[in-house]
RNA sequence: GGGCCCGUAGCCUAGCCAGGACAAGGCGCCGGCCUUCGGAGCCGGAGAUCCCGGGUUCAAAUCCCGGCGGGCCCGCCA
């Protein structure tokens, strides 16, 4: 059970459930469902405040329905003495609840009052340690909007984790021993055997990710070419046609990215274009690499530490998204991590041969009913044999991953492990915990969790990191603090230059975090950054408007809130006024749903609501006019919860709420 | 060919898992409020075959079956 008095509200649902459940058991029914799912907030205010439908109590209890109703509530009614719960009504078949406002009032304050910054934290009954593995892009190019929501939703689900009572853990794995990572390597050596540049020239990702573009599109050009000769020699015209098309595009490129830097452009064009075979080279760096090689480790890690160090200029220096660890995808390597997997594999009854080379095969094991269920494999789903192993003894990306997940479990003494990772990776990612129990690691694999998110696209813009065809997240935060900063200097000159430009970052950054977190991750959204930057409801600055101006309010009322002198009974009688206690009180309970069921959404949706019932009801019930000393004093009360709640809620996104603006 | 995800007013989004009371919010549009605690605001209005067709149920946006449309995935890439 959780601490008495954090969530009135939530004791209130929980209340009307467990007297339902108490009716079914006495007669020895059951429903299906959990009673506090049926448990809901009324369409309409003149229904209540909760309200439970009795309907479904009808017939496991052999009653009416509209007996159901009254049954249970006269059951609510004699369990509601001391409690929040008021007036309860049967209608038909539901059984309404009306909230004891000045009741609720008094308990809500004083958790609010007492618990500050930890007002809406509902310590959850089993506490867990939960690692978060998120964003963990390719360290070959800036990151984009797609991995801004990644980074987002990621640092969102571990505050909200936090604030549950779970010991939560961030990390970022580094994946350097891709294929595209020995590409950017491979552009570096040759501009350092020519003494080109290889210090990067501005923020050291935007450099990296224009040496991996030139770099890969050069080496496509090449590659194209030649396939394009042999294709012309064995005559067939139509491949190429298609050759020559894709060579056209590889050139147009080429023709961008020189624009950009053609000093680095033509270093790389005739170091590239004279290399004998590049992609063999680029082989070579990847299996020295591999093997731990120094002049292959120096040249890629150099560079990698390049693009890492601006992501963490972004993540960590413009977002506020920090990582408690950044794992190396090579050290898993170097170390016996992925040897002694590869050995347990060779050892395991699904070991197997695909094509040659070594693998595991899921055939028998994705039959297993507890396998499917538990991991929801669909019927007729073949899973294809998982390659662990490259012929020419290198490892796989997701043979690296295996034996990374089983890392973050025992690194941590983990119980969960979540991954943010992109919807697309969803076979891989099934692989992986396939895998996990083909090798024996059952455990892990029923609590690791894939948290896929879907793709993220900007109007009108067609993204390719090879090509180097993106948009930068740097220059979407930029764009957005620069608005915030206009919009602020229109409303708010007293505010003075630097005092504005920090508080333009914090609504720029927020604006961008609260677009990316209001849709749901099954969802692929565009992203608007004239919507975003609209401001205007539904948005970050929206919200933090309503929390400046409630601290404006509290601000001018001076110094502490009376809280002797608050009557409780003033909480009844106006409509919006109590309509926003009631909202406000909702908070804890909406905070340990979302992160009970790993949504953020439902903290940005609920923003929304209660921004606007505040909006709503200030005008219309002024605050620092209100003559009556007890009634003042409750609203200002009212006024300092409010805004506690839109802090704290904001705080669970990892967005920051300004006093002024 | 198989699998997964999405489909709610002109546009964006919630509700779907756990079926209930006239389908919620925003943008845009139309009309009011230059209201004393901050107009990034407030009030009112128009606008929905909840993709389609069956089924289950006292009750379906929600569950089941069959379609349609869109996205993604089925590499010795990641």
Not at 133 to 162: F, K, Y
Not at 413 to 418: P, S
Not at 468 to 479: E, K
Request: glycine share 8%; aromatic share 8%; with cysteine.
């Amino acid at each position: 059970m959780a601490r008495s008095g954090v969530d009135p509200y939530g004791e209130a649902v929980r209340l009307l459930a467990r007297e339902a459940s108490r009716l079914l058991e006495e007669k020895g029914a059951t429903i299906e469902e959990k009673p506090e799912y049926l448990v809901s907030p009324p369409p309409r205010p003149e229904y209540g405040d909760l309200s439970f439908p009795a309907f479904r109590l009808a017939r496991p209890l052999g009653m009416k329905p509209v007996e159901a109703a009254k049954l249970l509530a006269s059951r609510v009614s004699a369990a509601s003495t001391g409690t929040v719960v008021g007036r309860v009504e049967p209608v038909g078949g539901f059984v309404n609840v009306f909230l004891n406002a000045g009741e609720l009032a008094r308990r809500v304050f004083e958790a609010a009052r007492t618990l500050g910054e930890g007002f809406g934290r509902v310590p959850t009954e089993k506490p867990l340690r939960i690692v978060i593995e998120h964003t963990s892009a390719n360290p070959v190019h800036p990151l984009h909007i797609g991995h801004a929501r990644n980074a987002a939703l990621g640092d969102a689900l571990a505050r909200l984790l936090e604030a549950r009572g779970h010991v939560v853990q961030r990390r970022f794995y580094i994946d350097d021993m891709g294929r595209q990572v020995a590409v950017l390597a491979y552009g570096m050596m040759k501009l350092s055997e020519r003494g080109g540049p290889t210090e990067p020239r501005g923020k050291p990702d935007h450099w990296i990710g224009l040496v991996y573009a030139v770099t890969h599109t050069l080496v496509d050009i090449r590659t194209t070419r030649r396939m394009l000769e042999e294709a012309r020699e064995a005559g067939d015209e139509e491949r190429v046609r298609e050759l020559q098309e894709e060579l056209d595009d590889l050139v147009g490129a080429a023709a961008e990215l020189r624009e950009r830097d053609s000093q680095l452009f033509d270093t790389l064009a005739d170091a590239i274009m004279a290399d004998e075979d590049p992609e063999e080279t680029i082989a070579r760096i990847t299996r020295a690499y591999e093997f731990g090689e120094d002049w292959a480790v120096k040249l890629v890690r150099g560079a990698v530490e390049k693009c890492i160090e601006g992501f963490r200029e972004t993540l960590e220096g413009r977002l506020g998204i920090r990582f408690d660890k950044w794992d190396w995808e090579s050290d898993l390597v170097w170390g016996s991590l992925v040897g002694r997997l590869l050995e347990e594999a060779r050892k395991s009854p699904y070991f197997a041969l695909h094509k040659e080379a070594e693998a595991l095969d899921f055939k028998h094991l994705q039959r297993d009913p507890e396998v499917r269920e538990r991991l929801g494999l669909p019927e007729t789903l073949e899973i294809p044999p998982l390659i662990l192993v490259r012929s020419d003894g290198t490892t796989l990306y997701t043979t690296r991953d295996i034996a990374y997940s089983i890392y973050k479990f025992r690194d941590f003494n983990a119980d969960r492990v979540i991954n943010v990772i992109a919807a697309e990776q969803r076979l891989p990612q099934l692989q992986i915990r396939l895998a996990l129990i083909a090798l024996g690691y059952r455990r892990e694999a029923y609590n690791m969790i894939h948290y896929a998110y879907e793709m993220v696209n900007l109007p009108g813009v067609k993204m390719s990191g090879r090509r180097g065809r993106y948009v930068a997240l740097d220059s979407l935060i930029d764009a957005a603090v620069q608005k915030a900063g206009e919009e602020i200097a229109k409303r708010n000159r007293e505010l003075g230059e630097e005092r504005t430009r920090e508080i333009a970052r914090q609504v720029g950054v927020g604006a961008v975090k609260y677009a990316l977190l209001g849709v749901n991750a099954a969802k692929p959204m565009v992203f608007n950054l004239d919507d975003t930057l609209n401001f205007e409801r539904n948005t970050a600055p929206y919200i933090q408007y309503a929390h400046a101006r409630a601290s404006k309010i509290l601000a001018k009322a001076g110094g502490e809130i009376p809280w002797g002198d608050v009557d409780y009974s003033a909480a009844e009688g106006h409509p919006a006024r109590r309509r926003l206690l009631v909202e406000a009180s909702r908070f804890p309970y909406i905070a340990a749903k979302a992160a009970d069921e790993l949504r953020p959404e439902l903290v940005v949706e609920y923003l929304n609501g209660l921004a606007e019932i505040f909006n709503t009801w200030y005008p219309q019930d002024p605050v620092l006019a209100e003559t009556d000393r007890g009634a003042r004093a409750y609203k200002l009360g009212l006024v300092y919860l409010v805004k506690t709640v839109l802090r704290n809620a904001l705080g669970l996104l990892g967005i920051p709420a300004p006093e002024e603006m």
